[in-house]
């Protein structure tokens, strides 16, 4: 599981005394695990630990715009920015995306827009946060079209 790698991760940042990466992952690994314990005291899964950390991606993104507005030095926040998103599974290209698409809609019995949702269902369940919603929709209606 992901939340395992995490800790090793952080284990051994903490070993090596990088304190940014060690303090991040300590932080992100605590805050992903009560996702877990507050939904029924069970453990997190995978896809519930990479919103976490879209999640803290975010927010490091705007601590750096406003790190920007008032002239603050920005390499530790730069620094976590690229940890985070080394921890992000691969990103679908377009390229990628319309061909997944196209494989799901041959599958499809029937290839009329009503079948949307069923294409795009089977996308998240195969490459969840791998993608673009926007434009994974918008290649849809097309291949459905």
């Not at 996702?35 to 899964?45: A, F, Q």
């Not at 999640?55 to 920005?74: I, P, Q, R, S, Y």
């Not at 499809?108 to 434009?135: C, H, I, N, W």
């Amino acid at each position: 599981m992901l939340l395992g790698e995490l800790r090793k991760m952080m284990m051994k940042a903490k070993l090596e005394k990088d304190t940014v990466k060690g303090n991040l992952l300590s932080t992100l690994v605590a805050e992903a695990v009560m996702v877990g314990k507050n939904d029924g005291n069970r453990e997190t899964t995978d896809a519930e630990t990479v919103a976490m950390i879209k999640k803290f991606l975010k927010n490091v993104n705007e601590t750096l715009t406003l790190m920007e507005e008032v002239g603050k030095d920005k390499t530790a926040t730069l620094r976590e920015k690229e940890i985070l998103e080394s921890l992000l599974p691969k990103q679908l290209d377009e390229a990628e995306l319309a061909k997944v698409i196209e494989e799901i809609v041959a599958a499809l019995p029937d290839k009329s827009p009503r079948q949307m949702g069923a294409v795009m269902a089977e996308l998240k369940k195969k490459y969840d946060g791998q993608f673009d919603g926007k434009t994974a929709s918008g290649l849809v209606k097309k291949a459905l079209s």
